[in-house]
């Protein structure tokens, strides 16, 4: 249960600006293929639950008729906003401490938005985990 | 990712109070500047915003505001005697900058209000989507 571990190792640290999101990418991306050991494979509930899937188009997936998107792929892009989100700020943090830029507000907006991406990001990956808890108890 | 509605625009509107304080401080050093780059007197500058519109400069928020032009106040300054300084004419008398201190300290505190009220903005904006957050807890 390697996205498990690694979502959680992530939620514990602290949100810093140091965060390398690129594990969790990896690990999402491997999250639809579903390993043997206990894996569960989302894509295939996607298909198989109509509210997840209007969820997902709800959620701003452009689906079209040939291509599906599957929920790894959205859930790696927002890991990747996230991401990006942070290194953007990052990116402004680093302007104002070498003096190239005088827009402190800028940084610290930045910022501010980072952090709230990373919350709204552990929020889904708590729904994710909980959603998850509850498929594993259910009797088959 | 817009995760906070609006911040783009009140980071605009920041922007432009820090140059309107900027401005505010270029004048109140140059209050007794004699002498600027053109050998006339300082003129205190003028700052005039500008609403943005859809692509007016490219990754500017529409409907935030901007610096549309810093221009100089024409009115002339005061007439000093002073037959001992080096800027003074013929009759003695030196042409000061048309800096008004009361006036800056209002645009000071006007510039200080606007930037605060921004920033509230900003708190809200933060704490609404914090809230949001929260939805289902």
């Known amino acids: 249960m390697s996205v498990i571990a690694s979502l959680t190792s992530l939620f514990n640290r602290p949100p810093t600006g140091e965060i390398d999101l690129s594990n969790l990418q990896q690990s999402v991306a491997g999250l639809s293929k579903g390993s043997a050991a206990g894996g569960i494979d989302l894509t295939n509930l996607q298909e198989s639950s109509p509210v997840i899937t209007e969820a997902l188009a709800n959620a701003g997936a452009t689906q079209s008729a040939g291509s599906r998107k599957s929920f790894s792929d959205i859930l790696e892009k927002l890991v990747g906003e996230v991401d990006g989100s942070i290194k953007a700020a990052d990116a402004e943090k680093a302007k104002v401490l070498s003096g190239e830029s005088t827009n402190l507000h800028q940084a610290m907006i930045a910022m501010q938005e980072a952090g709230v991406a990373f919350s709204m990001m552990v929020e889904v990956r708590n729904k994710l985990v909980e959603s998850y808890q509850e498929i594993m108890r259910m009797q088959v | ?137």
């Open chain 2, 1 to 137: 990712m817009n995760v906070i509605s609006g911040i783009q625009i009140t980071g605009s509107a920041l922007t432009a109070e820090k140059t309107r304080m900027d401005i505010v401080a270029q004048n109140i050093a140059n209050a007794q500047t004699t002498k600027g780059a053109d050998g006339k007197p300082y003129h205190r500058k003028v700052v005039s915003f500008e609403t943005l519109m859809n692509g007016s400069a490219p990754g500017a928020p529409a409907g935030g505001v901007q610096v549309a032009s810093v221009t100089d106040d024409p009115t002339p300054g005061p007439m000093v005697y002073n037959p001992g300084h080096p800027d003074a004419d013929s009759k003695g008398m030196v042409a000061m900058p048309n800096v008004n201190l009361a006036y800056e300290m209002v645009d000071l505190i006007s510039s200080t209000r606007g930037y605060e009220a921004n920033l509230a903005v900003v708190r809200n904006a933060k704490q609404m989507a914090h809230k949001a957050l929260t939805i289902g807890h």
